[in-house]
């Protein structure tokens, strides 16, 4: 088989510890993960993983679900079990639910050891009982749960602040000669979190998980993460990654997917390039896009379709496609490899495309 040349990123990985979460590896050469978290009620057990296999299905690599209550903990190992991806066990405050997600199979627990020791101090106890089973831990410096102390030396959640919280928090596992772990420090505003994340990837080789907190709803949600990671992962920073949006997490996922499928770190698949329409038009592209998007929407094969609203640009630009056309004069010109294919009505066109798709992915065996 010939082998195919890597597509060009924007710069190479910064060297991180690799660490597991479950069967997924995060930090050093392992692709960068994509994560979401559940909004079920944990112990839900039914609602939960079934919103665990939509996420599955959408391209989740890794999984959080929230564990403020001893009937959370209880459902724990029948989600870890039954669920396809790892599971993160997301505790607050109580060793004791630590202990619980590390016995019940999780691939991780998201735990600060800075609450930990506040509350009761068993950190050396969860660092030993996280390293005997394997089980990897996330610190999470968050900007609304930054440290009294932190606040009161710099005013509120600077950039410095957030960073010098994880490196102490780090030092807390460190110290008992733990380093299974990955750290985020998330902040709501992407020019503070950028820093932030910039600040801690000169601190140390701690894979990072990327995050941009309370983000908001879908859209400005999708613009600041979107923004805020590509900043930091075309400088090669950023070992996983989880949006968060007011929003089903399935679209975290789509967006997160999205985000790496641009940045060239994760295969492209279906992607869709239709101009922007103008003047010379002669169809109604946005329809034509969205028509052509919905109907491939199920597609997971790496293809590009290009959709042109005109005959003068159209089949130049639709060129690099694999599939396109191009309209006009109520008919589409269709291209396959650049090739004029066929000619069809405009009421066939998203119908044409649909079946042109399918046909190369069929030839490439992966429909
Ligand atoms: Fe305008 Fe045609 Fe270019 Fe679309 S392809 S932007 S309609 S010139």
Redesign the pocket.
């Known amino acids: 088989p010939t082998v195919k040349e890597a597509p060009p990123v924007l710069a190479p990985r910064r060297k991180t510890r690799k660490i597991r979460v479950g069967s997924v590896e995060v930090g050093g050469d392992a692709p960068i993960s994509v994560q979401s978290m559940t909004t079920t009620k944990t112990h839900d057990i039914n609602s939960t993983l079934q919103q665990i296999a939509e996420l599955t299905a959408a391209g989740c690599d890794i999984v959080r679900v929230a564990c403020p209550t001893d009937k959370d903990a209880e459902a724990l190992p029948i989600i870890a079990k039954k669920s396809k991806i790892p599971v993160i066990a997301d505790i607050h405050f109580q060793p004791k639910y630590v202990f619980a997600a590390i016995e019940a199979g999780c691939g991780a627990v998201r735990v600060n050891p800075g609450n930990i020791r506040k509350f009761d101090d068993q950190v050396k106890e969860i660092a030993q009982a996280a390293k005997d089973a394997g089980v990897s831990l996330r610190i999470g410096v968050n900007a609304g749960s930054l440290d009294k102390r932190l606040l009161a030396k710099y005013g509120k959640a600077t950039p410095e602040a957030l960073v010098e919280s994880a490196v102490w928090e780090a030092s807390l596992f460190e110290e008992h000669d733990f380093h299974d772990f990955k750290i985020s420090v998330k902040h709501n505003d992407p020019v503070v979190m950028v820093r932030a994340y910039e600040l801690l990837a000169e601190a140390g080789d701690w894979p990072l998980h990327l995050g941009v907190t309370e983000a908001g709803p879908a859209f400005q949600g999708t613009i600041k993460s979107a923004t805020a990671f590509g900043a930091l992962l075309s400088k090669g920073i950023g070992d996983t990654i989880r949006v968060s949006l007011s929003a089903p997490p399935v679209e975290e996922v789509k967006v997160g997917s999205q985000i790496l499928e641009a940045l060239n770190l994760r295969p492209r698949k279906l992607e869709i390039v239709?101009?922007?329409?103008?003047?010379?038009?002669?169809?109604d592209?946005y329809e034509l896009a969205d028509s052509v998007t919905a109907g491939l929407a199920d597609l997971t094969v790496p293809l590009r379709v290009a959709v042109?609203?005109?005959?003068?640009?159209?089949p130049g630009?639709a060129r690099e496609a694999d599939l396109g056309v191009?309209?006009g004069n109520g008919k589409g010109q269709i291209f396959v490899k650049g090739e004029v294919i066929k000619t069809v009505p405009e009421d066939q066109i998203v119908e044409t495309l649909i079946a042109e798709a399918q046909r190369i992915a069929g030839e490439m065996g992966m429909d």
């Not at 042109?308 to 159209?314: D, E, K, S």
């Open positions: 239709s101009c922007p329409s103008c003047g010379r038009a002669q169809v592209v042109m609203g005109c005959v003068v640009n159209g630009e191009a309209s």
